[in-house]
């Protein structure tokens, strides 16, 4: 009676069939995709709808309509092949910076539009020009380390190197004159004793030569003696901070001059060519190894041998990256240790992005960072042996744990076994770092108290910035021509939304200093297709007479997904 009365098993049969199962489980799925499809169809007209009613011009309209059409639902296209993710480095630790200089690296960043980076990592080279030579962290037992850095910051033409460099090192300049002004009375005082000395021997060989032989012992021993003396005397040289592009010669006799002590900044990179053997055909790398480690150095001079017994060279380099690239392919620079000594940063580029009309350094902040810098100099300058800064117990058992961390990640397969030489002098530079960072804290006294827990703590942070983009820097190093122009062609794609180009368009926005012609284009093309990031549209014929259209390309939906960051898209396109 009551089934009689809803319709019978007949119309039970057919509510049961309505409800999907996992009999019928494929059916109702067709059916659901199906209406999807529609809906995006649907979408997509909206789209051009709208686009016309906005008064685009019919030529992009139709252009629109292709690509909306050629990425309509219909052919599954597959998820890309991933060409090998580029690492996500981080920033600049600023803040771990004694305030004065953390003021004065982010108002030079922000006035420059530059990477705060870029500041950073100079003036960490100030840092080390003012105490590099004059002091030594001693960690335990006969383990010291100098506080002398490498510095090597990456970025393309166009950044603003140099003034960030000017700004920087301003006040080591102003230093370096200041010291000279001081030394000047004593050159000039010894070059007159010498003088006269010289011609009081001079005399006395005179008058010996020319004596009778009864009186020529008592003559000969005076004239002896007055040139012995006049050799004793040493007329002091010209102070000297900074060097710039000098070729290895050059720079291992200043630095002898200079007691050991000198720093070479410069905002090119033709310091790495020289050293590779640009002029004299050879590379010569031993000033940079020894200068680095303090290992005494023979400097053979036309007048006489002289030793360094603990040299400390100081590197400030801010390089392009096809600098970077060129040097590891140098002789000698990654397998004598040049390499592992250098503290990379490769940060994102700003060109394009960056803010009109910024705000200059404030007066105040740079009076601080100019007065306290020269102070650190001024303090410094007099030692002749260098001031060993002790840690403290709490900050020794910090270096300890580093070691601890450092150790597993140098195992064959594990995170820092390809960068193995570089990571074996990764506590070392952490070391450094905090040497550097107490003297900037405690700037006319820090040779008398032992270096903290808390500055420990603000060293490893900066470690870890620096093996970050030394795992960056060694992978740019190392990697392959056509994967890097593929990542370049990507990123253009990602940050102008392209969802349909032609090779034209590109190659008109893509960096001319990677793609000089149109076919430089075709390796990276040729890769990014293989990998399932674009598609070829078909060649339409040519109709009369003229150029041939440019070939067409369509991209992976998901690559314009990913195209929101246009800055870190953007910074890919101008590595």
């Not at 040519?542 to 870190?568: E, Q």
Request: charged share 20%; aromatic share 6%.
């Amino acid at each position: 009676g009551e089934l009689q009365r809803v319709g019978g098993a007949d119309y039970l049969h057919t509510l049961i069939a309505s409800v999907p199962t996992t009999a019928n489980g494929t059916h109702y799925s067709a059916i659901v995709a199906e209406h999807a499809k529609r809906r995006r169809l649907a979408l997509l007209g909206m789209r051009l709808t709208a686009a016309a009613a906005s008064g685009t011009d019919p030529a992009d309209l139709l252009d629109t309509g292709r690509a909306l059409l050629d990425t309509a639902p219909g052919e599954t296209w597959p998820a890309p092949i991933p060409l090998g993710a580029r690492r996500h480095l981080p920033a600049f630790p600023v803040e771990v910076l004694p305030g004065w200089l953390a003021d004065m690296v982010t108002a030079v960043a922000h006035f420059t539009q530059t990477p705060v980076d870029l500041a950073g990592c100079i003036a960490l080279a100030a840092l080390s020009t003012a105490a590099g030579g004059r002091a030594v962290v001693e960690v335990r037992g006969s383990w010291t380390e100098p506080v002398n850095l490498y510095l090597v910051t990456v970025l393309p033409p166009g950044s603003r190197k140099s003034p960030v460099f000017k700004a920087i090192t301003a006040p080591l300049l102003a230093a370096e004159r200041g010291l000279i002004e001081t030394t000047r009375p004593m050159i000039t005082e010894a070059a007159l004793a010498l003088r006269v000395a010289t011609q009081a021997a001079e005399r006395a060989a005179v008058a010996a030569a020319n004596s009778a032989t009864g009186a020529g012992d008592n003559l000969m021993a005076e004239a002896s003696a007055a040139a012995m003396q006049a050799e004793a005397i040493t007329i002091p040289v010209q102070p000297q901070l900074i060097a710039d592009d000098v070729t290895p010669e050059t720079a291992t006799t200043i630095l002898a001059e200079q007691g050991g002590r000198l720093a070479v900044l410069s905002a090119e990179g033709g310091i790495f060519s020289i050293l590779a053997g640009r002029y004299s055909g050879t590379p010569n790398l031993e000033l940079f190894l020894k200068g680095h480690a303090g290992d005494m150095m023979r400097v053979n001079r036309r007048s006489r041998d002289e030793h360094i017994d603990n040299p400390a060279l100081t590197l400030g380099l801010a390089v392009q990256p096809e600098v970077l690239r060129n040097i590891a392919q140098m002789p000698g620079f990654r397998g004598k240790g040049l390499l592992a000594r250098i503290l990379f940063a490769v940060p994102v580029n700003t060109v394009g992005y960056r803010e009109i009309g910024t705000d200059p350094v404030p007066d105040q902040v740079n009076d601080t960072y100019t007065r306290n810098l020269t102070a650190m100099v001024a303090s410094l300058a007099e030692w002749t042996d260098p001031a060993v800064l002790p840690l403290t117990p709490e900050a020794n058992a910090l270096i300890l744990d580093v070691e601890r961390d450092v150790e597993p990640r140098l195992r064959p397969g594990a995170e820092w076994s390809h960068i193995v030489d570089w990571a074996s002098k990764y506590t070392g530079a952490v070391v450094r770092l905090a040497g550097l960072l107490h003297l900037a804290e405690h700037l006319r006294d820090g040779w008398g108290k032992p270096i903290t827990a808390d500055t420990v703590r603000r060293a490893i942070a900066l470690g870890r910035y620096f093996a970050e983009h030394a795992l960056g820097a060694f992978d740019d190093m190392g990697a392959d021509p056509v994967t890097e122009d593929a990542r370049a062609l990507l990123a253009w794609i990602e940050a102008n939304q392209a969802a349909r180009f032609t090779k034209r368009e590109l190659f008109s926005g893509v960096h001319r200093g990677r793609f000089r012609k149109v076919g430089d284009l075709d390796p990276g093309l040729t890769l990014l297709e293989t990998h399932g990031y674009i598609r070829a549209e078909a060649q339409p014929e040519r109709s009369g007479p003229g150029r041939r259209p440019s070939p067409g390309y369509l991209a992976h939906p998901t690559v314009i997904a990913n195209g929101t960051d246009a800055t870190t898209a953007t910074a890919a396109v101008n590595r």
